[in-house]
């Protein structure tokens, strides 16, 4: 069997990066249809176009890729509806679908359904518990690493587990995170983009909360960058109010994060993108830097 045509292959990429807004859910639908779960994890990390350009591509290249190509156009083509309801243009994604379906249909490529739908629905949804399992695991490990520092004696060595809890939590949650990186004058913690900016990161796990010039000298590298760069300052141990008042108001750049907030995420009580949107919320609205999350 020969490899799906190039602009066939195209325009499922295209219905992956539009039908889908969360990996989870696009991973889950990749296993229903036959993909094996060692080729996902393979380009896990990548965003979603990447994400699928490689798979079929690798599939492309293997003994019988060819056939789980089809059973993916198949499963595609017999969507009535986006298999993800957080997407948020469904427009795009119905309209990626529409033209798929009229190149399959044109190219006579959809294989037959060798199980009934009832059945399929039921693979589908077998193949979402097990992520949701597997990314429960996942946070129990990052809570346990978590517990574990918070017994450490040596606060430096806690602060480095915390910049690798903060990494893999960020993975989990599906916002692609730069790890801690020098930029020749300045050490900085982390960056992320979420919502349109960059943010940058400082985690600090000290015995105390961090003083106003710690914070400051934080504030600082945020003002060297961009206009559209804020900061987000992770303090373990909190913040004395008269401190973190000093950040509040017009021209703030920075949220100020704590224990709390990050024991609520590990803790599954709170997904890490609902608390930062919580904060940013709070700074844009009320002008508050740090927002507890009682």
């Known amino acids: 069997m020969e490899p799906l045509p190039y602009d066939v292959a195209e ?53 019988g890729g060819p056939l789980v190509q089809r059973k993916l156009l198949t499963a595609l083509c017999n969507l009535r509806d986006l298999p993800d309801r957080d997407v948020p243009d469904r427009d795009a994604g119905l309209e990626a679908l529409r033209d798929l379906k009229h190149l399959a249909v044109e190219r006579d490529l959809v294989v037959r359904r060798q199980k009934e739908k009832q059945a399929d629905r039921a693979k589908l949804a077998e193949e979402r518990e097990n992520l949701v399992r597997e990314r429960a695991a996942k946070l129990a490990k990052l809570r346990d690493a978590f517990n574990a520092a918070v017994l450490c004696k040596d606060r430096q060595e806690a602060g480095f587990d915390l910049e690798d809890i903060l990494a893999e939590l960020f993975a989990l949650s599906e916002i692609e995170y730069t790890r801690s990186y020098r930029t020749g004058t300045q050490q900085i913690d982390g960056h992320f983009a979420f919502l349109g900016f960059d943010y940058l990161v400082e985690a600090k796990w000290q ?32 913040y004395r109010p008269e401190v973190a008042a000093q950040f509040d108001g017009r021209g703030a750049n920075i949220i100020l994060m704590d224990g709390q907030h990050l024991t609520h995420v590990l803790e599954g009580r709170r997904a890490l993108r609902d608390v930062l949107r919580l904060l940013i919320d709070a700074a844009a609205q009320r002008g508050a830097a740090y927002t507890p999350l009682h």
Do not use: N
């Open 11 to 63: 325009s499922m990429i295209q219905c992956f990066g539009r039908c889908f807004w969360y990996k989870d859910p696009m991973k889950a639908f990749l296993r229903a249809a036959g993909v094996a779960p060692a080729l996902i994890d393979k380009y896990g990390a990548e965003s979603k176009y990447p994400m699928a350009r490689h798979i079929l591509s690798d599939l492309a290249d293997t003994d």
């Open 207 to 238: 015995k105390d909360p961090p003083t106003e010039g710690e914070i400051g000298a934080f504030q600082r590298k945020v003002e060297t960058k961009l206009e559209s760069t804020r900061g987000v300052f992770l303090s373990v141990p909190g």
